[in-house]
């Protein structure tokens, strides 16, 4: 019979009457044991189907069990507290602060200002930090509050004499002498040109005096006649300076007032109410060395000719740029990318927000391939070395020089020494310490070891020795007599001497390798009279003298003595007397410190001249990124056959442990084995001789090569001593540098 119920749903079958709950059985099978296993599917009039998977009885009840009251209640109260909350804020912000936030933003300004980026850090060889930045404070001019006052003449002259009295300086650009009668001072290229674009804006002639611009200052800027000259010349500087940045075309950085002010102005300024300034955050370099000034150089702000240059890099005209040395060479590298800053101030000027809308990037780090201790070494044995010459001898006294180390595999500078030097420390603390630098009468702010030209005498002498040897003029075996005077041309009335024909001897039969011991001129002026003059500044040329070194700053290339560089000096013709003299290395050849420290190091290594490129490698700011690795580069090759440069090395090789040797008496018992010249540039009657001295070591295995040159040293000789000291820092810092890898050697 069909089954009795209608089809079960959870409407008309509630959950207490489902069958397991009661054990009815199937009208089919009546069996109470599928009931208990699995629920049954019942539609009316229908037996049991197959079963299905029973409905879970938690979720059933979840779904019927109705939400706690205190529940509804709870979220309630939240969402009211919330409403309340809101509110307030809404009130206390708009009925009870909302006068004074409308003050406070109708007073307040928003301006984009350029944010400064850090200018790169310069390294050692070693990543020793030499040239880094420290925040400091300057003080500029606000000419929209300045010029609101009653009396801005008197605000600045106040504010003059606050700086005076706190022991700091302002930047003063008028060219004009600070008391009567008034003159001009002496002036750069920027100041002539911002003289000259100032007088013509106010109609002045070019030829005004100094007199006729104060007296035009003084009407022009208001200034009252009941100021004394001195306080109307201090206004008129001040007013200058801010004017002359409103004339068209002098592309002027902004002005600062006071740089790297000190807290103590600062706070006087504040503490009087002054108004009309502003303190902005900048950088300024900090030199943690004072050890070369010459190579580091120093920076500035930009002048009209460079703006022209570097606004095409996106420079704004009061960006910071190096002006010599490392810094004006990797001026890519150091200078970093401005940001932008959206800075918010109040009516008194006090800054009350900065949002940047474009992060400052930092500049690079600059490796140089200088080592600090080998240019300590270098710089306290040069100045050593001189000062002590001086003081044995009146005929030395105006004695100055530069010398190089450099290393022979790769021509990089290790070291680069001049005498007398300054401290870019202390340079630029006031107008009169740079100027007391400046007006100096041994120069010190020349840098010698670059741009000082020499003769080289008889350090010349191995490179007529290879030229002529390779151009087949002798062999290693030929031997020259030294008779004291070279008599080919004697009946011509030229007969020029051997230096040692004054002492009544001779240097006897040498050979190439004795010559360049005994520094025979007999043997040298043969070899030069047959070598074509332009043949033998060929091989100069390959040796990189009279050729830029590759170094990247500033250096002379010198010139080597030809038949073209006389024209050109003297406009006469050409002699065999001039190649016998430019075989000895005299005549009209002149050569750097530096390149004759190349010179040295390609005679070394047998030939091949390396860049003297100073940029070891260049860094991100942080120093996680590698930018640039400088690697040695071969800038040319003297080829000739081996036994030639064992000839050529050997004799050098003689001049320091020959007894023979005018470097033996340095160089005889020195603990490492040194090969040496000794050159003497004669300067003409009454005037003492210039020194110079190469020389590179160890000789079998050579490592550093090493130029000096000293003004007025009577003898290459007498600066072996330098050289010496050269060679004794080198080595001692090896050994100090290997120690600890041979330490360690066992634990890799």
């Known amino acids: ?89 809404l009130y206390k912000l708009q009925i009870v602060d909302g006068k004074a936030y409308y003050e406070e933003n109708r007073n307040s300004v928003a301006s984009s200002q350029t944010v400064e980026a850090a200018r790169g850090s310069i390294l050692d060889c070693y990543g020793r930090v030499l040239v880094s930045n420290t925040s400091c404070n300057n003080l ?12 801005p003449n008197g605000i600045l002259l106040q504010m003059a004499r606050t700086v005076a009295a706190c022991g700091d300086t302002y930047v003063d650009e008028l ?51 009941n100021y004394s000259a001195a306080d109307m010349r201090i206004i008129a500087g001040l007013r200058y300076s801010i004017k002359t940045r409103y004339i068209d075309k002098l592309y002027l950085p902004d002005y600062v007032f006071v740089q790297d002010a000190s807290m103590e102005l600062i706070t ?75 800075v918010t101030k109040n009516a008194s000027g006090t800054v009350t927000g900065t949002t940047y809308t474009k992060e400052p990037e930092p500049g690079d780090q600059v490796s140089l391939t200088i080592d600090l201790d080998l240019q300590a070494a270098a710089e306290q044995s040069l100045t050593r070395g001189i000062e002590n010459m001086k003081s044995k001898s009146t005929e030395t006294s105006d004695a100055v020089g530069g010398g190089a180390l450099v290393a022979v595999a790769t021509g990089q500078p290790l070291a680069i020494a001049n005498y007398p030097t300054f401290d870019l420390q202390t340079l630029f603390q006031s107008q009169e310490s740079y100027d007391a630098v400046k007006d100096a009468e041994n120069e010190p702010l020349f840098n010698r070891a670059l741009l000082g030209q020499y003769s080289p005498g008889s350090t010349f002498k191995p ?53 360049i011991r005994d520094s025979c001129n007999i043997f040298f002026y043969t070899v030069g009279d047959s070598l074509p003059i ?21 250096e002379s290339t010198g010139q080597m003595a030809t038949e073209a560089v006389k024209k050109k000096l003297e406009n006469t013709n050409w002699y065999v007397g001039d190649s016998l003299q430019a075989a000895i290395g005299q005549s009209y050849s002149l050569f750097t410190p530096l390149q004759l420290a190349e010179y040295c190091a390609t005679i070394a290594n047998g030939g091949t001249r390396h860049s003297a490129s100073i940029l070891k490698s260049v860094r991100s700011y942080d120093g996680s990124e590698l930018i640039y690795e400088n690697q040695a580069e071969v800038l040319s090759a003297v080829e000739t056959s081996d036994y030639n440069w064992a000839a050529v090395q050997k004799g050098m090789y003689l001049v320091a442990n020959d007894r023979a040797g005018s470097a033996y008496e340095t160089f005889g018992d020195y603990g490492v084995k040194v090969a040496a010249k000794t050159g003497t540039a004669q300067l003409g009657d009454n005037q003492v001789n210039n020194a110079i001295f190469i020389c590179y070591a160890p000789y079998d295995n050579p490592k550093v090569a090493v130029a000096v040159v000293v003004e007025h040293g009577s003898a290459g000789a007498s600066i072996a001593s330098i050289a010496r000291d050269f060679l004794d820092a080198y080595f001692t810092v090896k050994t100090v540098d290997t120690a600890p890898e041979s330490e360690l050697s066992l634990l890799q």
């Open 175 to 225: 060219p004009v002498t600070a008391k009567p009668p008034f003159e001009y001072t002496d002036m750069n290229d920027t100041q002539r040109t911002q003289l000259k674009g100032f007088l013509k804006y106010a109609g002045l002639d070019e030829e005004a005096t100094a007199v006729e611009l104060m007296s035009y200052c003084r009407e022009k800027f208001e200034i009252n006649n």
């Open 534 to 554: 332009d043949t033998l500044a060929r091989y100069a040329a390959a040796f990189g003298l009279g050729e830029h070194t590759g170094i990247e700053l500033p």
């Open 463 to 515: 490179c007529t020795a290879i030229a002529g040897l390779t151009e087949g003029v002798i062999t290693t075996g030929t031997r020259i007599q030294c008779t004291g005077t070279f008599r080919k041309y004697e009946d011509t009335g030229y007969a020029p001497k051997c230096w040692i024909a004054s002492s009544g001897a001779t240097h006897g039969n040498d050979n190439v390798t004795e010559a």
């Open 268 to 342: 006087s300024l504040k503490e009087n109410n002054v108004p009309g300034f502003e303190v902005t955050v900048s950088y300024t370099r900090q030199y943690h060395t004072n050890l070369a000034a010459h190579l580091l150089g120093y920076t500035g702000k930009m002048n009209a000719e460079e703006y022209t240059t570097y606004k095409t890099q996106g420079y704004p005209m009061s960006a910071t740029v190096g002006k010599d040395g490392a810094e004006l060479a990797f001026e890519k590298y150091l200078h970093g990318t401005n940001g932008t800053a959206i």
């Open 1 to 89: 019979a069909p089954f009795p119920y209608p089809k079960l749903t959870p409407a008309n079958f509630p959950l207490w009457s489902w069958p397991w709950r009661w054990g009815r059985a199937c009208s089919r099978c009546r069996s109470p044991s599928r009931i208990t296993i699995s629920a049954v599917r019942f539609t009316a009039g229908v037996p049991c189907a197959e079963p299905v998977s029973a409905p879970d009885p938690e979720r059933i009840f979840a779904m019927e069990k109705p939400i706690k009251p205190g529940r509804v209640t709870a979220l309630a109260c939240i969402l009211m507290l919330l409403v309340i909350v809101f509110v307030v804020a």
């Open 140 to 151: 500029v001019f606000n000419p929209d509050d300045l010029f609101e006052q009653d009396d």
